[in-house]
């Protein structure tokens, strides 16, 4: 191997805080490829992962392999943690560093629905693990203890991994890490070489508002919270046609919400179960059911939102927080469309024949059983009344038949 002596240059820093998926593999690769085109002499990825999408961390590994530039994965801050997915990605670095209180490890698969069998466990499981032996074996790494973490899910702290010969540093801040690795040689692409990095040539390598945007939309929180926006927007514009700005806003958001789906697992069947809960709460409205169907709607999103994104990785479900929030939102807008339909129902009439009836007028003539004539509400009306009302008498209207009102004396009080 040559011998290279890197000139002092720039350090390119990223943030790799939570769980790994596309938005986020999106942001790394891009940030290394950055490093590359502008000559960086050392990238320093700052990890703290539960874990995450298999697909999206064989991304950012096969980046890491190939990279131009040296990359160091440093698990921080303090109590950080490189689990699951995020032990592959510090396995493919060229150096490693912990601070004290982090750990690595944990790396079994899991599958995000469902259970495997047996055998398709197995055959997963020996994937796995020969495909973190071959980056711990590129990177000379100890492959017995990286084949341990996928098959055992054996986690180790910062001691315990530098002692197993995975990790290369213990640092309790940037600045020392970058101290104990100045002077390092590595191996970069078959070639030797000399980091000489100090801390004044730091240049942080940031997310686009694309990617944040990206990022924030693979929450399965903000997923599902967008759906029931979009679900409600669409639904209060199909009632209150013209509104316009409810059925934008939950077209919209139904859109983010389904872009969502597309980077984290998704179980449709707990969407439908969500629709179906909406659906019973609209023919509550319409069928009188005293609050059986309007319950069975509560049972149905409350059992949807529970399943939609329920795994094996608690980094892709739905928090207890947001459903009660969503449950507590849709029985208040519920119990208020019901509200106002019973009230709507109750009301009497205020323009028609039908609207008349309770109104109060004046006798123009003698009323009997068979004729007789009233004024009401500035109108002359033929009236019958099952009493002798005099003229000059109030009366008030008690029903209508045909063109013919019938009345009753209106007792003065």
């Known amino acids: 191997m040559s011998f290279i002596n890197i000139l002092l240059g720039f350090v390119y820093t990223l943030n790799a805080y939570g769980a790994i ?40 590994v096969k980046t890491e ?27 493919a670095a060229h150096i490693t560093g912990m601070t004290p209180a982090s750990s690595v490890g944990a790396a079994h698969p899991v599958v995000m629905q469902g259970k495997l069998d047996s055998i398709m466990n197995k055959k997963l499981v020996n994937y796995a693990s020969s495909y973190i032996k071959s980056i711990a074996r590129t990177r000379h790494r100890n492959e017995h203890i990286a084949a341990q973490m996928v098959e055992k899910s054996l986690s180790l702290s910062s001691e315990e991994a530098i002692k197993m010969h995975i990790a290369d540093y213990i640092a309790p801040s940037l600045d020392s890490l970058l101290s104990l690795i100045n002077n390092k040689k590595i191996e ?67 859109i983010l919400a389904f872009y969502s789906y ?26 009188p059911s005293h609050g059986l169907l309007s319950l069975s709607g509560l049972v149905s999103i409350g059992t949807g939102s529970f399943l939609m994104f329920k795994g094996n ?14 449950l507590l939102f849709t029985s208040i807008f519920f119990l208020w469309i ?37 004024q009401v509400h500035g109108e002359l009306w033929q009236a019958r009344s099952k009493e002798p009302i005099q003229k000059g008498d109030k009366i008030e209207v008690i029903g209508i038949e045909g063109f013919v009102l019938f009345v009753k004396k209106l007792e003065e009080s």
Do not use: Q
């Not at 323009?351 to 009323?367: N, Q, V």
């Open 262 to 287: 597309r980077t984290i697992p998704v179980n449709y069947a707990g969407i439908l179960l969500i629709i179906l809960g909406i659906f019973f709460f609209i023919l509550d409205i319409k069928i």
């Open 338 to 374: 019901v509200a106002k339909a019973v009230e709507t129902i109750r009301k009497r009439p205020v323009s028609g024949k039908e609207g008349l009836i309770g109104l109060c007028g004046i006798a123009k003539e003698d009323i009997n059983t068979k004729k007789g004539m009233v």
């Open 313 to 326: 990785a608690p980094f892709f479900t739905v928090s207890l927080w947001s459903i009660g929030i969503v």
């Open 188 to 254: 970069v692409n078959g070639k030797e070489v000399k980091l000489v990095v100090k801390n004044d040539r730091i240049k942080p390598i940031r997310m686009t508002l694309r990617e944040k945007l990206l990022l924030v939309l693979s929450s399965p929180n903000v997923a599902y919270i967008l759906m029931m926006i979009g679900i409600y927007g669409l639904l209060f514009e199909l009632s209150h046609p013209g509104a316009i700005f409810p059925g934008v806003i939950g077209a919209i958001s139904l």
């Open 21 to 60: 998926t596309p938005p986020m593999a999106e942001y790394i690769t891009r940030g290394i490829k950055m490093a590359e085109k502008d000559s960086a002499d050392l990238i320093i990825i700052k990890l703290d992962t539960p874990g995450g999408l298999d697909a999206s961390m064989r991304d950012i």
């Open 65 to 91: 392999l190939d990279s131009k530039v040296p990359i160091c994965v440093y698990v921080y801050p303090n109590g950080a943690r490189a689990a699951s997915a995020g032990a592959f990605i510090f396995l």
